[in-house]
């Protein structure tokens, strides 16, 4: 079953504009991770937030954690073209083994136009 | 340094055949996952690999799946007999260790169409 739920489904903006995505999760999380897939390709790893973290930045990335809304955000300032892709939330959910397994959500679709 | 590689990257083929996948992590990483990503879906795990070990096969569906990590390195994922709902893309993943701490590193996946 999929912890994480991401928000919006799809967003489509104009290139040099900033794209906000967030995530919702069930459980308790120690963190939480965000991958980017573009087309046709596997996902690659963006960022990790620990749940001791309200705020982490890389590059134009910025995530946000809140554990108390169970809910973290991705913010992509100035966009380009070359970020079109699927974004992902992913967090490490206890598996029917009993050890922790990632759990990714459906994903937000971006589509930044030239 | 090399990225984690599958093949095929595409397979096509008629439903009640095999078929199998291959994976070749990381060099140095530990942990191998696979997973099966459905269109407009995220990925699920099916399987993770400590070394040569199987450790969390509790979403393989074990009678038609089966996977192997014979000598702890590269990987090969099988299915016996596809099915129509098996179309999907299915990706290898590997780690160092794990820990959830951990970033995956994925490989592109291969796609199944079975017809």
């Known amino acids: 079953s999929q912890q994480g739920e991401e928000d919006p489904q799809a967003l489509s903006i104009q290139e040099g504009e900033n794209a906000t995505m967030n995530c919702s999760y069930k459980t308790s999380i120690n963190n939480l991770q965000w991958y980017r897939q573009n087309s046709g390709r596997g996902l690659v790893h963006l960022i990790l937030i620990r749940s001791n973290e309200r705020e982490k930045h890389s590059g134009r990335l910025r995530v946000t954690l809140d554990t108390s809304k169970k809910s973290s955000s991705l913010l992509i300032t100035a966009s380009r073209a070359a970020d079109t892709a699927s974004y992902f939330c992913a967090t490490p959910v206890v598996s029917g083994a009993g050890s922790y397994q990632l759990t990714f959500g459906k994903g937000t679709k971006l589509s930044v136009i030239p | 340094e090399a990225g984690v590689v599958q093949s095929p990257r595409y397979k096509i083929i008629e439903k009640k055949q095999p078929v199998a996948f291959w994976c070749n992590p990381i060099?140095?990483?530990?942990?191998l996952y696979w997973y099966l990503q459905n269109l407009g879906q995220g990925p699920e795990l099916l399987i993770r690999?400590?070394?040569?070990?199987?450790?969390?096969d509790s979403q393989l569906p074990k009678d038609r799946f089966s996977a192997e990590r014979l000598k702890g390195v590269d990987s090969t994922l099988k299915i016996q007999p596809a099915e129509l709902g098996d179309s999907a893309v299915y990706l290898c993943?590997?780690?160092?260790?794990?820990?959830?701490?951990?970033?995956?590193?994925f490989g592109p996946g291969t796609r199944l169409t079975v017809l």
């Open positions: 993943a590997s780690s160092p260790t794990y820990l959830t701490y951990n970033e995956q590193f």
């Open positions: 690999y400590e070394n040569e070990e199987a450790v969390d």
């Open positions: 060099s140095g990483h530990n942990t």
